[in-house]
């Protein structure tokens, strides 16, 4: 895992941006991954600044979504589905048919976990998966505890996830369970990188860091990655001895 330490969030921003720029550039066929939460929002804001002004091509890219809550789709606002389509499919213009996401609000979740597995199949590996780290080490909804070698799955979400992941909504939200692309997934993209900044990560990146691999921090899984980048902010970092 290569660490890179960045002055401030612009900057963590810029760089992973950038370098997924330069990948796209070099694939402009490539499948892509890309994470919710608050972390990317100013690196998806410079993708799409990046396109408008014709620097990068999405449009011959296919995407495929990282997790989703249980019972959740792009109508529900906060929910993964409809961030990632306000922030960049959207102002991206990304065809549909080029977008392979969970639908959380199906009966058959099983299924689902199928149908999103055959797509990474058909049109994978991934070539480049972005990811935030949850406070509890989590990479999508890859909980503490969980196998290696899963796939899509479904899963009972972390008290901590359930609390945490009320900040994504503008009311009291039941997060019981989560369906998720697996760390198997991940580890078999040809390109992951991580991103974290600020103090509340700060903790959980100095364990990342320092600890051996254990599904107790599932982060620590990008150890095992031939082609992973962990990029950070300094407050991230702050804990951290990175040389
Ligand atoms: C969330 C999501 C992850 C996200 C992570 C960090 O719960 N399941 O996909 O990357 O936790 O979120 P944030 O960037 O908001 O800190």
Not at 18 to 26: Q, T, W, Y
Not at 135 to 159: A, R, S, T
């Amino acid at each position: 895992m290569i660490i890179e330490v960045m002055y401030n969030y612009s900057e963590m921003s810029i760089k992973t941006a950038e370098f997924i720029i330069e990948m796209v550039n070099k694939n402009p066929n490539a499948l892509l991954c890309l994470a919710g939460g608050d972390t990317p929002i100013e690196t998806y804001r410079l993708l799409v600044k990046a396109s408008k002004e014709e620097r990068v091509d999405f449009s011959q890219c296919k995407f495929v979504s990282l997790d989703e809550w249980v019972g959740l789709d792009e109508n529900d606002e906060g929910s993964c589905k409809y961030f990632l389509y306000k922030e960049i499919f959207k102002p991206l213009n990304i065809n549909k048919e080029n977008i392979c996401f969970f639908n959380a609000k199906c009966g058959d979740l099983q299924k689902e976990c199928k149908r999103v597995d055959e797509f990474i199949f058909k049109n994978g590996p991934i070539d480049i998966i972005l990811l935030g780290i949850g406070v509890n080490g989590h990479l999508g909804f890859n909980e503490p505890g969980i196998d290696f070698e899963n796939y899509c799955h479904v899963l009972k979400l972390d008290k901590n996830t359930q609390t945490v992941g009320q900040k994504y909504f503008n009311k009291e939200m039941k997060l019981e369970y989560g369906i998720s692309l697996g760390i198997k997934h991940i580890l078999e993209a040809k390109t992951a990188i991580l991103i974290a900044n600020g103090e509340k990560k700060a903790n959980i990146i100095k364990n990342l860091v320092e600890k051996d691999v254990t599904n107790e921090i599932p982060a620590t899984a990008l150890k095992l990655h031939a082609n992973s980048f962990l990029f950070l902010d300094s407050d991230a970092a702050k804990l951290t001895h990175i040389k």
